[in-house]
């Protein structure tokens, strides 16, 4: 039965699978085992980026591409929620409108960047990408009118997923809201969403872009049309990142360019993959974790550790709680150099 | 016979998981140009870049005079008086011909007695001295690349297949020029399937067949042996 | 050759457009600032823009032509580059600073001397950090793609993080030396001082790598191990030490332009690299890789596109450069000037 919900994907290590299922819990129940407005939207950002990363996951380390672009989708998605709950009223049907729209046009970009990339090399596509996503993240800031520009859009979502809603008094010391509606709407879509790409990772399409990634030119001479596979690799992936965007604003009821389209954030889900395993699913599934709590805790950590060699020189400035991101990146370069499998794929080897 | 200038004695030499030299046992004899045959396929480029380090034996030695150059990188080998003309030629597109002839002289200026043996050699390049060597056509730059091992003095001459696809008019002008060489004392290696340039020019032969040495000997008594001939290479010299 | 002497076979002549197919990248330039000078009405805007436009295309070059260079030799895709521009602007605006007195001064000689300080300890500073990057990060490894965009990308990361753990997390002002400030009026148009000693010491540069990968030994290994990097090696030159040796020169101009950059916007901070990135990008993908011209003309095309637009239609500047590099592609996929590889 969980094979069947998996994809016959397994964890293919005990240690890997207990890991997963601790995950899984510790979110499906984040509201009741951690509760807290901090705790909380940790969790729902643990959700998002689970689908983001994995949506990377199936471009990058399934089909072997290297994009810069993915930012741009999760920002489609999530500013197509929020201009149509900001212009469509707070309705269920505007989520779906903004949703639905937002993948689409998530899709269509990324078919036309997808053909583009016929014609130019795979390392002029990574950088064309680069230089198309920063270009639109500053044509946002700038469209203020319509985007809200730099401060972002602050919109309301539908009365059953606010705090002021209520649907019964209290379990287990919870508060029975549309807040936490809201936050389960965001975990089972995500885990939806997960399981959706497991499902195609698993599936014969799935299988053939493997191949596509390990030799092209292999697989174009058995009589795969690389051209096709590719393109609709890379549309999938925009729409649920775009999904993952909508989800995202949802949760927020705010949307920016920092919280969507930002360089960092590109940056976060590099990270993630990497450490989490490339070619895995189940790496951005840790690799999110691993970050979201890094980012969240690990500065407090850090903010502690620095207090202490207070004094010496450099040494705190090394340690200082914003410097979380020159650790992360320490540990990324020593990830692809050391466990280029990541996470994932160490626990599976040993 | 003296010394052989280069000896390999059981080389392996793997390409990603493909075994292509399996022990190979090889003499080049000093002085004298040795041909190297073989249907395709069967390892004599490979046995040429295992030489010059472009791939690493894994197994075996290489000796050039008695030093083991089988680890040494490739620069080195070049320094140390090899002279490689691989079979695709080599030769840089976007340089002049002056500037590859320039770029080969990797111990100072063209020294110019020897520049003009090679315009002796091969008229061509002096008509096209200033041109791109990229508009150069097949058989000048054949006599480009051929001219690059030839602009300073070497030990050994490592020749991967000069005269393929010629015109017969240049494959004289190529025989001719290596003629010059081996009057000079220089030792060559030279894999070459047109078997009449080869019978013209070797002292001595190796057979190859499966990444390894079948047969090696004077080249005459390959040349007055059909039998023999038929037997290594499943035709005769003849047929060509 | 000899046999018909009549005879003068027309093959070998090539049609017009087969002739002018080298120089149309060249040509693009003046076509340019023709376009600038039908879309900008007034006359001493349009030259004051135009020497913007090439102020800026001449500090992108010096900051992208590293970039290039490094990719046609070594076959090394370096996303980490933007981090030897802030460096190397962050190194040079310090000792411009301690040289406040040179700066201060209204004496020509005594602000370039000033300058010329600092673009030297700049590029000392972002060529030791150039072969230490290359060391430590680049060489394990070569010939994965992928794993040099991660790393390198992680590299970028580091250096910026270091760069605030240096000199903190402000941005730092900086002024023009005193004699640099203000403009001189030619034609009607204001032309900013600075910008005319950026576009001058940008032409020497381009001049100065121009001459040696033309006219010396070492540049001729250069540009032939950009074609065929294992015959160099079969010739008898050590290609890593080539490698090596460009890789510090890449970074030390990277430097060079980041010094220059600053002084340009007058401010610099931790993340300028990464914003020059994306202009240096597209000029690098313009310009074919590997190749020091296209590089040159893309950035002047980009520099100049840039001003125009900004001065036209300020919110569509970037995408206007993006606009740009599309059509080129479309026009030719390698970039203008694409270097032929062997295999």
């Known amino acids: 039965m969980i094979k069947a919900v998996l994809s016959g994907d397994m964890p293919r290590s005990l240690v890997l699978a207990l890991i997963l299922g601790l995950i899984l819990v510790c979110l499906a129940l984040a509201p009741f085992l951690f509760p807290g407005v901090r705790t909380v939207d940790t969790a729902a950002r643990i959700c998002v980026f689970i689908v983001l990363v994995a949506s990377y996951d199936l471009l990058l380390g399934y089909g072997g591409i290297v994009s810069f672009a993915h930012t741009m989708f999760f920002g489609i998605g999530a500013y197509g929620v929020a201009l149509a709950l900001t212009h469509l009223g707070r309705g269920f049907d505007a989520i779906l409108v903004g949703a639905g729209a937002g993948a689409l046009l998530a899709a269509a970009l990324a078919f036309v960047i997808g053909l583009f990339s016929l014609r130019v090399r795979a390392i002029f596509f990574a950088m064309i990408t680069l230089a198309v996503a920063s270009a639109v993240a500053v044509l946002v800031s700038q469209l203020s009118g319509l985007t809200g520009g730099e401060d972002g859009l602050t919109f309301k979502t539908p009365r059953a997923l606010g705090p002021a809603f209520k649907f019964g008094d209290e379990l287990f010391g919870v508060k029975l809201n549309g807040k936490l509606l809201s936050y389960y709407v965001v975990f089972i879509g995500s885990l939806v969403l997960f399981l959706l790409m497991l499902r195609v990772v698993n599936s014969p399409f799935g299988r053939v872009l493997q191949a596509i990634r390990e030799n092209d030119f292999r697989a174009e001479a058995i009589g795969y049309r690389v051209v096709y596979y590719r393109v609709a690799a890379t549309c999938l992936s925009a729409a649920v990142a775009a999904l993952a965007g909508s989800l995202y604003a949802i949760w927020l009821r705010y949307v920016g360019p920092d919280t969507t389209l930002s360089m960092e954030i590109m940056i976060d889900i590099l990270l993630m993959v990497v450490i989490g395993g490339m070619g895995t699913m189940y790496g951005a599934v840790i690799g999110a974790t691993l970050l979201v709590l890094a980012q969240n805790y690990l500065q407090n950590l850090m903010g502690v550790a620095g207090s202490l060699v207070d004094g010496v020189p450099v040494l705190p400035q090394l340690l200082d709680a914003d410097r979380w991101l020159l650790w992360l990146g320490v540990l990324f370069i020593l990830s692809v150099y050391f466990f280029p499998t990541g996470v994932v794929g160490r626990l599976r080897r040993g | ?171 004289s002008t190529m025989a001719r020029a290596l003629r010059e060489l081996k009057a000079q004392g220089a030792s060559i290696l030279l894999v070459e399937q047109n078997f009449s340039v080869a019978r013209a020019l070797g002292d001595s032969a190796c057979v190859m067949d499966d990444g390894r040495i079948i047969w090696s000997g004077e080249m005459r008594e390959l040349v007055t042996d059909a039998a023999l001939q038929e037997r290594l290479m499943g035709l005769s010299m003849e047929a060509h | 050759m000899s046999m018909a002497p009549e005879h003068a076979p ?91 007195g040179m700066t201060g001064a209204p004496s020509l000689a005594l602000n370039l001397a000033a300058m010329g300080l600092a673009v030297i300890g700049a590029m000392l500073a972002t060529g030791a950090m150039g072969w230490a990057f290359e060391k430590v990060i680049v060489e394990p490894v070569y010939g994965h793609h992928l794993k040099q965009i991660l790393v390198t990308m992680g590299g970028l990361i580091v250096v910026e993080q270091l760069i605030i753990v240096l000199w903190g997390p402000e941005e730092i002002y900086i002024s023009r030396p005193e004699a640099l400030k203000g403009a001189i009026t030619f034609a009607g148009a204001a032309l900013e001082k600075y910008r005319l000693v950026a576009v001058g010491l940008g032409l020497v540069v381009f001049a100065a790598m121009r001459w040696t990968l033309r006219r010396t030994k070492i540049g001729l290994i250069v540009r032939a191990g950009v074609e065929n990097g294992e015959m160099v090696q079969a010739l008898g030159y050590r290609l890593r030490l080539v490698f090596v040796g460009v890789f510090i020169a890449g970074s030390a101009l990277a430097g060079l332009g980041g010094v220059m950059w600053g002084l340009y916007q007058e401010v610099v901070s931790a993340h300028m690299g990464n914003q020059a990135m994306i202009l240096i990008f597209i000029v690098v993908i313009i310009g074919g890789l590997g190749s020091v011209e296209g590089c040159f003309i893309g950035a002047l095309l980009v520099g100049l596109m840039q001003n125009y637009v900004a001065f036209l239609e300020p919110k569509v500047a970037l995408i206007s450069n993006i606009g740009l590099m599309v059509a080129i592609l479309m026009w030719r996929p390698m970039g203008m000037i694409p270097v032929v590889k062997a295999k």
């Open chain 2, 1 to 171: 016979m003296s010394d052989p200038i280069l000896r390999l004695e059981g080389v392996y030499t793997n390409i990603a998981q493909y075994h292509i030299l399996q022990g190979v046992d090889l003499e080049v004899p000093r002085g004298a140009v040795t041909m190297l045959l073989g249907r395709n396929g069967v390892g004599k480029t490979t046995t040429l870049r295992s030489i010059i380090g472009h791939w690493r034996a894994h197994q075996g030695r290489i000796l050039l005079d008695g030093q083991d150059i089988t680890r040494m990188p490739t620069p080195a080998i070049a320094r140390a008086g090899v002279g490689f003309v691989p079979e695709d030629m080599g030769i840089f597109a976007n340089l002049t011909v002056e500037e590859n002839m320039v770029l080969a002289a990797v111990s100072g200026p063209i020294d110019s007695a020897r520049l003009d043996w090679v315009f002796q050699a091969f008229p061509p390049l002096k008509t096209f001295w200033k041109s791109e060597a990229g508009n150069l056509s097949g058989g000048q730059k054949q006599m480009l690349s051929i001219a690059r091992a030839m602009v300073e003095e070497r030990r050994l001459y490592l020749i991967d297949e000069p005269t393929k696809g010629l015109a017969p008019a240049i494959v």
């Open chain 3, 10 to 100: 027309t093959m070998a002549r090539l049609s017009l457009a087969q002739r002018l197919a080298p120089w149309m990248p060249v040509l693009l330039v003046p076509l340019l600032v023709l376009a600038g000078l039908l879309a900008i009405p007034n006359t001493s805007s349009w030259l004051t823009l135009t020497v913007s436009g090439l102020a800026m295309g001449m500090m992108i070059f010096l900051m992208a032509s590293g970039l290039t260079l490094v990719f046609g030799l070594m076959d090394v895709i370096n996303f980490g580059h933007g981090a030897f521009v802030s460096v190397g602007a962050f190194v040079g605006v310090s000792v411009l600073l301690l040289l406040g």
